[in-house]
């Protein structure tokens, strides 16, 4: 009994100093909140996964059944939107190339169509600015604009006009900048 009064006076002289003025007694109240605080949410997240772990021991295996059955039919049915073979080429894929004397040198794409512009020359012309939906020639409109090419409707059926890309031409060798003496 006498050990504990030592312990406890031991105690008392070591913290007194901290709890004396109301700033100390202030900030020492709020670290006992949040250790408190602290001890309260480990104490929850302990018993909350102990009761998980409780149901899944105890659980019946009907029950394991019924849930890994629903569980099988959401994976099924969510199958076809993984792509486990990579996507499908885009329905613009397989439109035949227009025979028109239109030369597409620019894609101005957004995420929608609203926004998105292409540059379009004809027959040798200057380009101008299109948008979806916009006429170039009689009977000639604008589709659909992706990022490799647009999608015509062309009196009545879709046909595409795809970027034109040159290949790059060197000239020369290329030449050495520094030489090692």
Do not use: C
């Not at 100093?17 to 309260?40: D, K, N, Q, T």
């Amino acid at each position: 009994m006498a050990q504990i009064k030592e312990v406890k006076h031991m105690v008392e002289e070591l913290f007194a100093p901290i709890f004396l003025s109301e700033r100390s007694r202030y900030a020492g109240m709020v670290a006992f909140v949040a250790v408190a605080l602290l001890l309260v949410y480990a104490v929850g997240s302990t018993l909350f996964n102990w009761y998980g772990d409780f149901k899944s021991v105890t659980a019946t295996p009907t029950e394991m059944r019924s849930a890994s059955a629903s569980n099988e039919s959401q994976l099924i049915t969510d199958l076809p939107k993984q792509h486990l073979f990579g996507q499908a080429a885009g329905e613009d894929a397989f439109l035949p190339i227009t025979s028109l004397q239109l030369k597409l040198t620019g894609i101005l794409k957004d995420v929608g169509d609203k926004r998105s512009k292409v540059i379009i020359s004809a027959g040798g012309q200057p380009g101008k600015v299109y948008a979806v939906g916009d006429s170039l020639l009689s009977g000639i409109v604008i589709n659909a604009i992706n990022e490799d090419g647009i999608v015509l409707e062309h009196s009545g059926r879709l046909e595409k006009l795809p970027l034109t890309r040159e290949a790059l031409a060197f000239q020369d060798a290329p030449k050495t900048l520094w030489q090692a003496n």
